[in-house]
């Protein structure tokens, strides 16, 4: 999709990204992180890896937030993004599990949560599986630290995992072709 104004707009100029509790934690670590980079333009690749880390993938609501905080035009943060293979403009499996290895996660298990899942689902993180039915992506943060180990489902943040529980999601993707988290 060719990035233009009415596109902007219609994708509600990032407003659609302030729906519920979970997207506002990750909103926060990519306001946070747009404010440690004093809302440089130059910064544009270090947000756009962080906003990927922390959504899976980068859509147009979320280059438009982006855009605003960097006050760069919408258009340059789309041709950046399109421009860098790393980025993805849409979800590369139907599901997308982000498991946050970020210090507090990793204290209380992460790691085991990411193996767990790979050995479950035959996959490595950073990729997807085969069919296309579910990506693996690790983030280093995701601003739900109180309720750690924590991950992002299918854009759902779910905290106080174990390798039981997280599985149970895995499980329902692969199995029963779910489309939203438990
Ligand atoms: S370290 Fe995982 S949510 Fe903060």
Redesign the pocket.
């Known amino acids: 999709m060719e990035f233009t104004a009415t596109a902007a707009k219609t994708q509600g100029n990032g407003r659609g990204l302030t729906k519920g509790p979970a997207a506002d934690s990750r909103l926060k670590m990519l306001a946070a992180t747009m404010k440690r980079q004093q809302y440089q333009p130059d910064a544009l690749i270090e947000v756009l890896h962080t906003a990927q880390e922390l959504y899976g993938y980068l859509d147009l609501d979320l280059l438009v937030y982006i855009a605003h905080g960097l006050k760069l035009p919408p258009s340059r943060v789309y041709g950046v993004a399109t421009f860098y293979h790393f980025f993805s403009l849409k979800p590369k499996g139907k599901h997308t599990c982000v498991v ?1 290895m ?4 990793y204290v209380k298990g992460a790691a085991t949560l990411v193996k767990t899942i790979e050995d479950y689902a035959d996959i490595r993180t950073g990729e997807t599986r085969a069919d296309g039915s579910m990506s693996l992506i690790q983030a280093r ?5 109180g309720i ?3 991950a992002v489902l299918d854009g759902t943040v779910v905290g106080n995992q174990t390798p039981a529980s997280i599985v149970g999601h895995v499980k329902g993707w692969l199995e029963n072709g779910s489309d939203r988290a438990a």
């Open positions: 946050c970020g210090t507090a996660c943060c995701i601003g739900a630290c750690a180990p924590a």
